[in-house]
């Protein structure tokens, strides 16, 4: 009889847990507020503001005249002063750098505030920072273009990678992975009187020193007739390169040799705008028919589809 209540009880209990469980999905996938209340509110000097970039758990925000760090109650955690004519502002998790687009100097923070600065002889063009502090700038004369390196102090290394504009096209865009060891960059050039992209992967760990220009992949067949205005890593080892078209998936699984995974084609419609985090890349396109005016598409970070919703 004891043994027969213990069974009960812990029938019931399994009972319990499992109605718990699914109540709790269930409340958190159909769950919607319907009202907010404003917890805090503090001003903010806007002065010469250029914008916000999300940084670690908190805030950066950057200005003609400096940056500061902005915690989530808007208490300023720090401050630096500059002068920047046109600021530019990349980030990667805790690492950000601040560069004067057709100006000569670049400023690298963390969380905890400045860490260097670096200054180039040629004007900045694009800048974009690896996860643990190492800045590329894309530099340029008349002919070519050059990305030159720095660590997050500012001193620069002893790497380069030279491109001819008028044969290997122009540099679009540029992604630093987390770790500093890989580069993305989408290059459009004039080719037989029209104009193409391409997206290439260079590699700057000990498996892309036995590869020339340590250029390890170069992709240009899937963005005929549309171009790649901007790339992204996302978790490890998947990145993406956001075409006209629609996005494309790559993976650096194997670092000699990155491959594409997956390609969700938009096609016929205009993509209004893109986001994405480390997990998920999301579009927001125009509806070409039906009710509503837009369609929201989410993929995974490996491109696996998971919902189109007008």
């Given at each position: 009889?004891?043994?027969?209540?213990?069974t009960?009880?812990?029938v019931?209990?399994?009972?319990?847990?499992?109605?718990c469980?699914?109540?709790?999905y269930y409340?958190?996938?159909?769950?919607r507020?319907?009202?907010?209340?404003t917890?805090?509110?503090?001003?903010l000097?806007e002065?010469?503001?250029?914008?916000?970039r999300?940084m670690?758990?908190?805030?950066?925000?950057?200005?003609?005249?400096?940056?500061?760090?902005v915690?989530?109650?808007?208490q300023t955690v720090?401050?630096?002063?500059y002068e920047?004519k046109?600021?530019v502002?990349?980030?990667?998790?805790?690492?950000?750098a601040?560069?004067?687009?057709?100006?000569?100097v670049?400023?690298?923070y963390?969380?905890?505030?400045?860490q260097?600065?670096?200054k180039?002889?040629?004007?900045?063009?694009?800048?974009?920072?690896?996860?643990?502090?190492?800045?590329?700038?894309?530099?340029e004369?008349?002919?070519?273009?050059?990305?030159?390196?720095?660590?997050r102090?500012?001193?620069?290394?002893d790497?380069?990678?030279k491109?001819?504009?008028?044969?290997?096209?122009y540099?679009?865009?540029?992604a630093?992975?987390a770790?500093?060891?890989?580069?993305?960059?989408s290059y459009?050039?004039l080719a037989?009187?029209?104009?193409?992209?391409?997206?290439?992967?260079?590699d700057f760990?000990?498996v892309g020193?036995?590869?020339p220009?340590?250029?390890v992949?170069?992709?240009?067949?899937m963005?005929e007739?549309?171009?790649v205005?901007q790339?992204?890593?996302?978790?490890?080892p998947?990145?993406?390169?956001f075409?006209?078209?629609?996005?494309v998936f790559?993976?650096?699984?194997?670092?000699?040799?990155?491959e594409?995974?997956?390609?969700?084609?938009i096609e016929?419609?205009?993509?209004?705008?893109i986001f994405?985090?480390?997990e998920?890349v999301?579009l927001?396109?125009r509806?070409?028919?039906?009710?509503n005016p837009?369609?929201?598409e989410?993929s995974?970070?490996?491109?696996?589809?998971?919902?189109?919703?007008?």
């Open positions: 009889r004891l043994a027969r209540r213990r009960i009880l812990l019931l209990a399994l009972v319990l847990v499992t109605g469980g699914t109540g709790l409340y958190r996938q159909n769950h507020f319907t009202r907010y209340e917890a805090w509110e503090v001003a000097n002065g010469s503001l250029v914008g916000y999300s670690g758990t908190n805030v950066l925000k950057y200005t003609r005249d400096g940056a500061s760090y915690d989530n109650r808007g720090w401050t630096e002063s920047m046109s600021p502002a990349v980030v990667n998790g805790d690492y950000a601040i560069g004067d687009q057709q100006g000569n670049i400023h690298i963390s969380t905890e505030g400045k260097g600065e670096a180039t002889t040629l004007p900045i063009s694009k800048i974009a920072v690896s996860g643990n502090g190492v800045v590329a700038a894309v530099l004369d008349s002919i070519s273009s050059y990305t030159a390196f720095f660590q102090d500012g001193s620069q290394l790497i380069t990678i491109t001819n504009m008028g044969v290997d096209g540099p679009l865009a540029l630093f992975s770790n500093g060891k890989q580069l993305m960059y459009v050039q037989g009187g029209e104009l193409k992209n391409c997206v290439v992967f260079y760990s000990g020193q036995n590869v220009t340590r250029g992949g170069r992709f240009d067949k963005f007739g549309t171009m205005p790339v992204a890593y996302l978790k490890e998947y990145s993406c390169a075409s006209g078209n629609g996005p790559f993976s650096s699984r194997n670092l000699a040799s990155p594409m995974v997956a390609q969700i084609p016929e419609e205009e993509i209004q705008s994405y985090s480390d998920y999301a927001v396109v509806n070409n028919s039906g009710e837009t369609r929201l989410v995974r970070a490996d491109g696996a589809h998971v919902f189109s919703r007008d």
